[in-house]
């Protein structure tokens, strides 16, 4: 089912900027755990808007793994566990349709925007 999604569903990859220019820190692996667990907890919410599909960590950059079949679904589901964190400056959501080998990318939310309205 997951590499069926992979290739014909959507993804929605949540980059999250580390606090250095390679795996980050403990505080970070901290961090970015807690996404990870709204994340999974939104996608498992019934009806299942997707699925979870892991993280890596290199290069500045942690980068969390979610498929589905119905784009926007999983995009809302994605991005409403992810905006009540305050994610560093350059972090975002991005929508992909298809296989990632030349499939365009549509940017759902620049969180380096999203401002505390207090």
Known sequence: ????MRSTGYAA????RLSDGD???MA???FVD???EAVVMALDRSPRAGLFDGHEFGDGWATIFCYGEDGAQLAERVTSAVLPFDLP?????VLR???PAGIEDAVLADLSCV????
């Open 1 to 4: 089912m997951l590499e069926s």
């Open 13 to 16: 990859l949540v980059y999250v």
């Open 23 to 25: 795996a980050g820190t």
């Open 28 to 30: 970070d692996d901290e």
């Open 34 to 36: 807690r996404v990870e």
């Open 89 to 93: 400056e350059g972090s975002c959501i």
């Open 97 to 99: 349709h298809g296989h």
């Open 115 to 118: 401002m505390d309205p207090n």
